[in-house]
DNA sequence: GGTAGACCTGGACGC
DNA sequence: GCGTCCAGGTCTACC
């Protein structure tokens, strides 16, 4: 089937097989992270219906390693048109973080400069926000082959297929319309089925732009730089689901990275890569504490240190496959390995 | 404000 | 193959 082809300049810093595998959602269906050819590829949900997407970089003439900003070469399995492709070159944007400039990741190597000879700095998330809400709501009190097991449920009963039959992560329109016991039995979602729907209610009222439904979500006020980080964490924790951690968690998500979403991994990290001893709760504080310095960039300078040491223990997460190295390994694995 | 226990699933383990 | 135990963050009831 003919498809469309075109081309993203992304900042002049972008890697994608470093910046697109750095962090765990890149591991989440409907994404798969292909590790032969070194390209990306994921159903997007755009205006014409769902479409499998393919993203690699182009490589320079005289080499099979692309450099820092070469153009990202995109290729859909359907023809497509003016609005396909500016709602799919606006996702990839966010998907990327290829708003980013490269000036932003400068800074940030000026404050912690053990990332600076690796030029790691962005992180991958979803394309959209209600995505990134509902995978983190995924990732709360289970080991992440659940995590992986839950999402790739989510997209094969309620996802959208492409013409090639892969499918897309299902709208909030399609699980708010979604019985929770469904939800709870097709996608082993478990007790968190009520709080989906609820979240997906309030994302789908918000996206109608309805201002009567209570709790509607705006997606852009959570998105605009301007809105407070205070307000955008006290908004998230009044959704249902969604605990200190998981808002925490969604701030980075959103490009806010002074608060870190401390949980039981980050208590391992601290007693085995950092030496901390005592109680789970001294242990966050005092990492709350190590990170400090790093102020509107923390979250950036724990995540590649907790990156690193998984690619120490895994290889270089470009290597990893979505369905085995990608779907296995757990935090209580690496507890019981020496560092 | 702090804490205990329930919530649910999949994996590990013992038999 | 079956039963039991455990990990994991949020929510609610209770003090």
Redo the contacts with the bound molecule.
């Keep these: 089937m003919p498809g469309s082809n075109f081309a993203i300049t992304p900042p002049t810093d972008y890697l994608l097989h470093r910046d697109g595998c750095s962090y765990g959602y890149f591991l989440l269906h409907p994404n798969r992270w292909d590790v032969e050819r070194q390209q990306l590829e994921r159903t997007f949900l755009l205006p014409g219906g769902a479409c499998l997407v393919v993203i690699r970089q182009a490589r320079a003439r005289t080499s099979d390693v692309p450099e820092p900003g070469n153009p990202l070469r995109i290729k859909t399995d359907r023809p497509t048109d003016a609005d396909d492709r500016a709602e799919l070159r606006r996702q990839i944007v966010r998907m990327l973080r290829l708003d980013e400039p490269a000036e932003t990741i400068a800074a940030f190597h000026k404050l912690d400069k053990r990332w600076k000879r690796s030029g790691r700095g962005r992180l991958v998330r979803s394309p959209t926000f209600f995505e990134d809400v509902i995978k983190t709501v995924t ?5 992440w ?2 995590t992986v ?1 839950m999402n790739r449920r989510l997209c094969e009963v309620l996802g959208d297929p492409s013409p090639t039959g892969l499918r897309a992560f299902p709208s909030a329109q399609k699980i708010a319309r979604t019985r929770p016991a469904s939800l ?2 097709r996608c ?4 968190r089925d009520e ?1 989906i729907v609820q979240i997906a209610k309030r994302f789908a009222a918000g996206e109608r732009g309805s201002k009567r439904t209570p709790g509607a979500i705006d997606a852009a006020w959570f998105e605009n730089p301007r809105t407070p980080d205070d307000e955008v964490y006290e908004a998230l ?1 009044n ?9 925490a968690n969604i701030m980075q998500l959103l490009g806010r990275y002074a608060r870190l979403p401390l ?3 980050s208590v ?1 990290h601290g007693k085995t890569v950092l030496g901390m001893t005592g109680s789970p ?1 001294s242990i966050m504080k005092r990492l709350h504490d190590h990170y400090a310095p790093f102020a509107e960039h923390a979250f950036r300078s724990y995540w590649f240190e907790l990156w690193a040491f998984y690619e120490q223990k895994r290889g270089p997460a470009h290597t990893w496959d979505r369905d085995t190295t990608g779907s ?1 390994f ?3 694995q690496f ?1 019981a390995e020496k560092v």
């Design positions: 990732s709360c009190n289970v080991t082959p659940s097991h709870r039995g082993r979602v478990g007790y709080r924790l959704l249902p689901g969604i605990g200190p951690y998981a808002a949980d039981t991994e391992r709760t296995t757990t935090a209580s507890a």
